[in-house]
């Protein structure tokens, strides 16, 4: 069974800090999804990163995927409060289709 | 642009009861899901469809049935409400993952269901 971990669930921080979060899964993989959900709404696709070493970023939001370790970080740098959400990261169930399975999504409160 | 489109947004049922979740998307995908999000908690894949007259089950099927008639349209249905069914779902599309798509999903704004 696909598990995806990430971690930490909730995180709260300053407006101005850097941070990462981690996300985990347990089979080969070589994509990985991103994508945020403001509270009460659907989710917005952020990154899909296609392959071993890829690196996507987008205004204070940069993405990587190391499929060896089977590990992908979300790195915040200088936050604001605009990026309070909540983040969650997904994989392929089968590495050939689209079934993809969430982890559990990481709170993100930005305090100014 | 309508993207994915779920009704209702709201709806009470009683135990025992029955209803459909209503789903459409205007981007010919071919793939289409259902999802379903507890509170504070990742989405589940309840079933999918990879083209219409085709459908599968996902992780927790159990309770609920879907059907494919058209590439349009992927309506869930519940049947015999249960309160363990309280949560928001989550309809989805997308192109088959390959050389030109990357097979990220597409989502609707969801539906919240509450059983009492």
């Known amino acids: 069974e696909l598990k995806v971990e990430q971690n930490p669930l909730f995180l709260s921080m300053q407006e101005g800090k850097n941070y990462t979060i981690y996300c985990n899964y347990s089979?080969?993989?070589?994509?990985l999804y991103w994508y945020r959900q403001d509270p009460g709404k659907s989710l917005e696709s952020l990154f899909v990163?296609?392959?071993?070493?890829a690196v996507k970023q987008e205004g204070r939001l940069m993405a990587s995927l190391d499929t060896k370790a089977r590990l992908s970080t979300l790195h915040i740098t200088a936050a604001v409060h605009d990026l309070s959400a909540t983040y969650f990261c997904?994989?392929?169930?089968?590495?050939?289709?689209?079934?993809?399975?969430f982890g559990g999504g990481t709170r993100l409160m930005v305090k100014p | 642009n309508a993207g994915v489109t779920q009704t209702p947004k709201f709806r009470i049922l009683k135990i025992g009861q029955s209803m459909t979740l209503q789903c459409a998307q205007d981007?010919?995908?071919?793939?289409m899901y259902w999802y379903r999000q507890d509170p504070g908690m990742g989405l589940k894949l309840i079933y999918y469809s990879v083209g219409a007259g085709i459908t599968d089950k996902g992780e927790v099927p159990n309770g609920y049935n879907v059907s494919r008639s058209t590439t349009e349209d992927f309506p869930l249905r519940l049947e015999l409400a249960a309160p363990s069914q309280t949560s928001v779902y989550f309809c989805?599309?997308?192109?088959?993952?390959?050389?030109?798509?990357?097979?990220?999903?597409?989502f609707g704004e969801g539906s919240r269901l509450t059983v009492l």
């Open positions: 981007m010919n995908h071919n793939y």
């Open positions: 997904a994989v392929d169930r089968d590495n050939a289709g689209n079934m993809l399975t």
């Open positions: 990163l296609l392959s071993n070493g």
């Open positions: 989805a599309s997308s192109y088959p993952r390959d050389q030109m798509n990357t097979g990220e999903l597409f």
């Open positions: 089979t080969t993989s070589d994509r």
